[in-house]
T-cell receptor, first 120, second 111 residues
Framework: GAVVSQHPSWVICKSGTSVKIECRSL??????MFWYRQFPKQSLMLMAT?????????EQGVEKDKFLINHASLTLSTLTVTSAHPEDSSFYIC????????????????FGSGTQLSVL | GEDVEQSLFLSVREGDSSVINCTYT??????LYWYKQEPGAGLQLLTY?????DMKQDQRLTVLLNKKDKHLSLRIADTQTGDSAIYFC???????????FGSGTRLLVRP
């Protein structure tokens, strides 16, 4: 099946630094990528939706200047957590919606393995 | 607003059936999903059901949908230790393609 590669798997950083997380679709083109955040024992919460070549759409309550999303190509989207603070520590996971017709949305949506961010 | 709810924990013996329940709020959702998440891993799509269906069976998995009560369930027959994971139900918001996830049910399978 289709593969979404997300790197790094985990990262520990000092407070105030920026962290970049990459999400790549390895064997398909992704017109839309979604970024989620998951706090311990909680559900995945959608942060933003990014379409290739255009600005990301952020969910209510998510600071766009803090969580920078770039979707410059059909196979790569990046999430940069700027000036990270301990409250940003969380599990971040991306998903990619593949190009294609004839298949409904859910069958063309693939998730990365996630990035555990710990901010000291 | 949009809300999907699940019980947090379920423990079963190996070989028994597991039933994970979910309630959702948006009656206009066309698709409802079940995902499995193993420790430190991404989400794996297990199965889905269209809103005009009452039941869907896929090998050991059976999905039941009660649209009137907005209730969705996932039954795993002959549960194995490898089924231990967190199971999320999710509804697709048709207008935005957003997936709204439940809080997840942690399934523990005892030998």
């Amino acid at each position: 099946g289709a593969v979404v590669s997300q790197h790094p798997s985990w990262v520990i950083c000092k407070s105030g630094t920026s962290v970049k997380i990459e999400c790549r679709s390895l064997d398909f083109q992704a017109t839309t990528m979604f970024w989620y955040r998951q706090f311990p024992k909680q559900s995945l919460m959608l942060m933003a939706t990014s379409n290739e070549g255009s600005k990301a759409t952020y969910e209510q309550g998510v600071e766009k200047d803090k969580f920078l999303i770039n979707h410059a190509s059909l196979t790569l989207s990046t999430l940069t957590v700027t000036s990270a603070h301990p409250e940003d520590s969380s599990f971040y996971i991306c998903s990619a919606h593949g190009l294609g017709t004839g298949a409904f949305f859910g069958e063309k949506l693939f998730f990365g393995s996630g990035t555990q961010l710990s901010v000291l | 607003g949009e809300d999907v709810e699940q019980s947090l924990f379920l423990s079963v013996r190996e070989g028994d059936s597991s039933v994970i329940n979910c309630t959702y709020t948006d009656s206009s959702s066309t698709y409802l999903y079940w995902y499995k998440q193993e420790p430190g891993a991404g989400l794996q799509l297990l199965t889905y059901i269209f809103s005009n269906m009452d039941m869907k069976q896929d090998q050991r998995l059976t999905v039941l949908l009660n649209k009137k009560d907005k209730h969705l369930s996932l039954r795993i027959a002959d549960t194995q230790t490898g089924d231990s994971a967190i199971y999320f139900c999710a509804e697709l918001m048709d207008s935005s393609y957003k997936l709204i996830f439940g809080s997840g049910t942690r399934l523990l399978v005892r030998p």
